[in-house]
């Protein structure tokens, strides 16, 4: 998988059900052992809570999805905490969501909903990105041909990262690995074969905040 959505920055968040408390804690993880930790740090955070109930999906070419009910009727709180990741379609993703008791049984379909809220609450206040693999390129173009090549970038949102003036320009721009063939063959057309592309590397990278970074060169 080339492409595909995640957590950048987790975040908590509460919901109140008939005075019962639903914390959510989300976390970016790209191992069982970080949702391990991450998970026993949040029982340390909230030692007094009765339940912790938890799922993750971690993986994107052999997706691991695990989930527990620690103690809540079966199905009606693991379960629908991966399904509301599932159904975001996230990827290396924990979401714990701790219940404090309020004196009032909920019911499984209350519990359900609860849990599932609980969760998108949580996500809602997350940082969600689209983590994208690709190739760094390094363009290089005199002044004359500066203008079409930025156009080009432009026109398919192809972010660029870094340029420098001298005696010819050089950028350097990201672009997805499936798009950089008709990218080649565009600045290419536009500039009358006179730009030089050079792929430099790849890596891993994504829009946050409104401004693209590597997240991850190899």
């Known amino acids: ?14 919901i ?4 019962s408390r639903f914390i959510a804690a989300v976390f970016p993880v790209s191992s069982e052992e970080e949702a391990t930790e991450a998970l026993e740090n949040i029982k340390k955070q ?5 339940h912790h109930c938890w799922a993750y999906v971690i993986g994107t070419e052999q997706v691991t999805e695990r989930f527990s009910d ?8 693991g379960k629908p905490i991966l399904e509301v990741i599932r159904g ?3 990827y290396n993703v924990l979401v714990v969501v701790t219940r404090y008791f309020g004196g009032t049984l909920l019911g499984t379909g209350g519990l359900v909903r609860a849990y599932s809220s609980a969760c998108k609450e949580g996500l809602a206040h997350s940082t969600i990105i689209t983590k994208i693999k690709g190739f760094k390129l390094k363009i290089r173009t005199d002044y004359n041909g500066l203008g079409k090549i930025q156009y080009i970038l432009g026109k398919d949102s ?5 340029t420098s003036y001298a005696e010819q320009v050089e950028l350097i721009a990201l672009e997805e690995k499936e798009r950089e063939k008709r990218l080649r063959f565009e600045i290419t057309e536009g500039t009358n074969g006179k730009a030089q592309i050079e792929r430099i590397g790849t890596c ?4 946050v905040n409104q401004k693209t970074e590597i997240l991850e060169e190899e």
């Open 46 to 50: 909230y030692w007094d809570a009765r």
């Open 16 to 19: 109140t059900e008939k005075k």
């Open 88 to 90: 975001q379609k996230l």
């Open 70 to 77: 620690d103690g809540e009727p079966g199905g009606t709180a």
């Open 204 to 207: 891993w990278f994504a829009k």
């Open 1 to 14: 998988m080339e492409r595909y959505q995640t957590v950048y920055q987790g975040a908590s968040a509460e």
């Open 158 to 162: 192809v972010p660029v990262i870094e």
